[in-house]
């Protein structure tokens, strides 16, 4: 059974930096889709980015390119989300998914991805 547990999350002034983990466990991963989705108060969950694991190419929505990096560990099976010039428009419950059978195609939809993390709360000051 896959799991994803996420990390990092807190609260930070704007202008500030985190970085979230999602440790996965339970497969091997490879030929994965691995994504980071954000739900901020009353609005629904949106894609931020997506990385394949194979390949670690990597895909962002508009509103983080630029600031947000996704990456990815093989040795310790874990995703990265680096989050650099914060905002308060950045606030919100950041979570982990993975879509299995991916192969080298980029996932941005919630539908797409079978397990998702327990998620983990950013709060960004001004």
């Known amino acids: 059974q896959v799991q994803l547990v996420e990390s990092g999350g807190g609260l930070v002034q704007a202008g500030g930096s985190l970085r979230l983990s999602c440790a996965a466990s339970?497969?091997?991963?490879?030929?994965?889709?691995m994504g980071w989705f954000r739900q901020a108060p009353g609005k629904e969950q949106v894609f931020v980015a997506t990385i394949t694991w194979s390949g670690g190419s990597t895909y962002y929505a508009d509103s983080v390119k630029g600031r947000f990096t996704i990456s990815r560990d093989t040795t310790n099976n874990t995703v990265y989300l680096q989050m650099n010039s914060l905002n308060p428009e950045d606030t919100a419950v950041y979570y982990c998914?993975?879509?299995?059978?991916?192969?080298?195609?980029?996932?941005?939809?919630?539908?797409?991805?079978?397990?998702w993390g327990q998620g983990t709360q950013v709060t960004v000051s001004s």
């Open positions: 339970g497969s091997t991963f490879s030929g994965y889709a």
């Open positions: 998914a993975a879509k299995r059978y991916s192969g080298s195609y980029h996932r941005v939809r919630v539908s797409e991805y079978d397990y």
